[in-house]
Nanobody, 115 residues
Framework: QVQLAESGGGLVQPGGSLRLSCAASGRGIIGYYMSWYRQATGKQRELVAI??????TNIADSVKGRFTISTDNANALYLQMNSLKPDDTAVYYC??????????WGPGTQVTVSS
């Protein structure tokens, strides 16, 4: 079993930055696919960024050039968010998927971009 816990969310003004962290416990996640999703009120959950087990990354077009995903190659995942916009307001979720396809989710952290 893997337990995930996100942190780093909060209220930020447009144009500001936040860094989200996701800490994994229970077992190691080396070799897992790791990603960030977000869900705005009244909308479906969407993939924001993913980092594969070979270190490749893929960023959603809506945040490309502003968000960066990274990992410490041990038990933590990060999402650096710059130039934040009100449309980025959402609950952000950490997700990891094992090589066998088992998926784990964190409880989410709220990001609110507002002046």
């Amino acid at each position: 079993q893997v337990q995930l816990a996100e942190s780093g969310g909060g209220l930020v003004q447009p144009g500001g930055s936040l860094r989200l962290s996701c800490a994994a416990s229970g077992r190691g996640i080396i070799g897992y696919y790791m990603s960030w999703y977000r869900q705005a009120t009244g909308k479906q959950r969407e993939l924001v960024a993913i980092i594969t087990n070979d270190g490749s990354t893929n960023i959603a077009d809506s945040v490309k050039g502003r968000f960066t995903i990274s990992t410490d190659n041990a038990n933590a995942l990060y999402l650096q968010m710059n130039s934040l916009k009100p449309d980025d307001t959402a609950v952000y979720y950490c997700n990891v998927r094992s090589p066998l396809g088992t998926t784990y989710w964190g409880p989410g952290t709220q990001v609110t971009v507002s002046s």
